[in-house]
């Protein structure tokens, strides 16, 4: 069983900066799409980035955080990260990794990943 653990959450001001990571329990990861969601209270979870598989390193981003913030990946370290910049009040919630279990391919769709990590709160005051 793959296992995904956030890390880098926190409590920032308004036009601030965190960097989240993710890092994979295998070494197979690298070859899988893997991505970022977050999901604030009251509110479905929604997609933030994605990043394709096997060295392709293609990225989508959500309309909402395009520009601010930055997906990534080490292959080596079976990690992946998210820089986020110009953080803003409604970027608070929590963040959860996830890869998909076969595909390459980057989704912006929930239910195409199959694992998922604990998540990291992330908390934007004004």
């Known amino acids: 069983q793959v296992q995904l653990v956030e890390s880098g959450g926190g409590l920032v001001q308004a036009g601030g900066s965190l960097r989240l990571s993710c890092a994979a329990s295998?070494?197979?990861?690298?070859?899988?799409?893997m991505g970022w969601f977050r999901q604030a209270p009251g509110k479905e979870r929604e997609f933030v980035a994605a990043?394709?598989?096997?060295?392709?390193?293609?990225?989508v981003y959500s309309d909402s955080v395009k520009g601010r913030f930055t997906i990534s990946r080490d292959n080596a370290k079976n990690t992946m990260d998210l820089q986020m910049n110009s953080l803003k009040p409604e970027d608070t919630a929590v963040y959860y990794c996830?890869?998909?279990?076969?595909?390459?391919?980057?989704?912006?769709?929930?239910?195409?990943?199959?694992?998922w990590g604990q998540g990291t709160q992330v908390t934007v005051s004004s």
């Open positions: 295998d070494v197979t990861s690298s070859a899988y799409a």
């Open positions: 990043i394709s598989g096997s060295g392709g390193g293609s990225t």
């Open positions: 996830a890869r998909r279990r076969y595909s390459l391919f980057y989704s912006a769709r929930p239910h195409d990943f199959d694992y």
